[in-house]
């Protein structure tokens, strides 16, 4: 069997759904937004696989993660740099969402967000 980049994504963010997202949250909207730091590499190569919204930080990071919190997705999945990761963390927070476990696949930048159920 072989494995493609594709593929492989698709399972990687399905984990989220699976192991942290409380199921009312999922059947109403399952919008994956992926978050990525365009400088780093991991980033660019997950946004160039991924099927979904892809997003890559720029500007003012609060602004940019109030912002995406306003859209209300389902699942935020993000590769960043642990200081942007804790920033939009801290500000998905105060809209309403948690951490969830994110896809091991993803590496140490890899992290998700959704909605508290």
Do not use: Q
């Not at 997705?73 to 963390?89: M, N, Q, W």
Request: aromatic share 4%.
């Amino acid at each position: 069997m072989k494995a493609t980049r594709r593929g492989v994504l698709a399972g990687a963010l399905a984990v989220p759904a699976v192991a942290g997202v409380p199921t009312a949250v999922w059947a109403r909207d399952n919008t994956v937004v992926l978050v990525h730091d365009p400088a780093l590499t991991a980033g660019r190569r997950l946004a160039g696989v991924h099927d979904g919204e892809v997003l890559a930080i720029s500007g003012d990071r609060i602004r940019f993660a109030r912002a995406l919190c306003a859209r209300r997705p389902s699942l935020v999945v993000g590769v960043t740099r642990s200081a942007d990761a804790l920033l939009i963390e801290d500000v998905a927070r105060e809209a309403g969402y948690v951490p969830v476990t994110a896809p091991a696949s993803l590496g140490t930048s890899g992290w998700a967000l959704a909605p508290r159920g």
